[in-house]
């Protein structure tokens, strides 16, 4: 029998990865990669959560941050485009035009 | 599902998912994301979440990441040759996602969760049938907020990545010169 910890652990392990990436690459899709990674160790939670509770909440939520994920992927990598088109890289440490 | 099951896909995810951390290749990054969306999935599955599950392959690992993989050959990236970044951000970092992971675990252990445990579900759990009970009935207004959400998200890529009308007239004119030129 699985027990709840240990997914709950499995998904604070992928979270804290999803973290780590987002904290230690530079490259923008990398990082948009890490927040992926990091969505979907929160949908594990749900889902483990959801499914020891017995009800349909979970997955229903679930269901929402996927969709909130494509959209968020689809303007994130608009975004991305458009500053590779005028500034002809994908590093986050050379966008520094917002810095005081 | 059985431990062994359990412990193989949470193996396999986590090396998947320190994988698109380490990778300096993106492509090489997105196949690891994609092993790691699909052992979740799996995880899912086992868990009577049926339908979520194959959602989280078609949608997430098939269409999300194909736009995240035409995105890497569209900006056309290279290899990633030396390290970057400084140091100092990876250090801290590192100490910040160690003390974050010891917390979640801690929060994670079942003595915190107040959660009365079932391991039987009702016949039906899962499937799509209970899932559009949800989401028509409980969700609805929240279901209907996100078909919006994803309008304006379509919208917006198309607005942010097309180049603007000038550019564009620009380079037409440029265009016709050259064609001038050579006729």
Known sequence: ?100 | MSPVLFWFLATLSIVAALGVVVQRNPVHCLLALVLTLISIAVLFIGQDAVVVGFLQVIVYAGAIMVLFLFVIWLLNLRVETASTGRLAIKFLGAIGVAALLAELESFAMPARLQVKFSTTHAAGYGSIEALSQALFSQYLIAFEVTSVLLLVAVVGAVALARRSTAVEVQERAEQLARAEKAA
Do not use: K, P, Y
């Open chain 1, 1 to 100: 029998m699985v027990q709840l910890s240990w997914l709950m652990g499995l998904s604070a392990a992928i979270f804290a990865i999803g973290v780590a990436g987002f904290l230690i690459r530079r490259n923008i899709l990398v990082m948009f990669m890490s927040i992926e990674l990091m969505l979907n160790a929160v949908n594990l939670a749900f889902i483990s959560l959801g499914s020891r509770l017995g009800t349909m909440d979970g997955q229903a939520i679930v269901f929402f941050v996927m969709t909130v994920a494509a959209a968020e992927a689809a303007v994130g990598l608009a975004v991305i485009i458009s500053i590779f088109r005028n500034r002809e890289t994908v590093h986050a440490d050379d966008l520094t035009l917002l810095r005081w």
